[in-house]
């Protein structure tokens, strides 16, 4: 099995908070670029005022459905997003494996829509597996892939 697929490997390396939540920093960024240009454009379009939508958290609801859709898809399908991706880390369930769909709507939920919430009793509640409320609900835990040390046992052949 490929070290960068975790998933049903002996050893798990669960990821830290830091990097947790830089990929979430991430991801942040890229969601919020693309929401507040979609809304934007679309008041544009639609001829409406954009400032009021925004300064009367009208974009709070529409923007956390864009992160839990965004979670829930790049997740399942993948186990990572593109934060995850950039700092090695991956979804799986607890015992390292790809976790279900509703583990991954789960853990999506707690970061989508209530994360100061779902981190603050995670760490009040948090056990060694390093998991927000929503994690443990789920069943998800967030590790860390080694990236592949070492690419000797790649083979190219030729068409």
Do not use: C
Not at 107 to 132: A, V
């Amino acid at each position: 099995m490929n070290d960068s697929d975790n998933y049903g490997s002996s050893k798990i390396i669960l990821a830290k908070w830091k990097d947790r939540f830089f990929a979430w920093v991430v991801d942040f960024v890229i969601i919020s670029i693309l929401s507040t240009s979609i809304f934007f454009l679309t008041f544009l379009y639609l001829n409406h005022n954009f400032e009021d939508f925004v300064t009367n958290d009208g974009m709070y609801i529409p923007t956390s459905v864009m992160f839990f859709s965004y979670w829930i898809i790049l997740e399942y399908k993948t186990g990572q997003t593109i934060g995850k991706k950039m700092f090695n880390l991956k979804i799986t369930n607890n015992v390292g494996e790809k976790p279900s769909l509703l583990g991954v709507i789960l853990s999506s939920f707690g970061k989508s829509f209530i994360l100061p919430i779902d981190i603050i009793f995670g760490w009040i509640l948090t056990n060694e597996k390093r998991q927000r409320i929503f994690n443990k609900l789920g069943n998800t835990l967030i590790i860390k892939i080694k990236e592949s040390e070492n690419n000797s046992d790649l083979k190219y052949i030729k068409d």
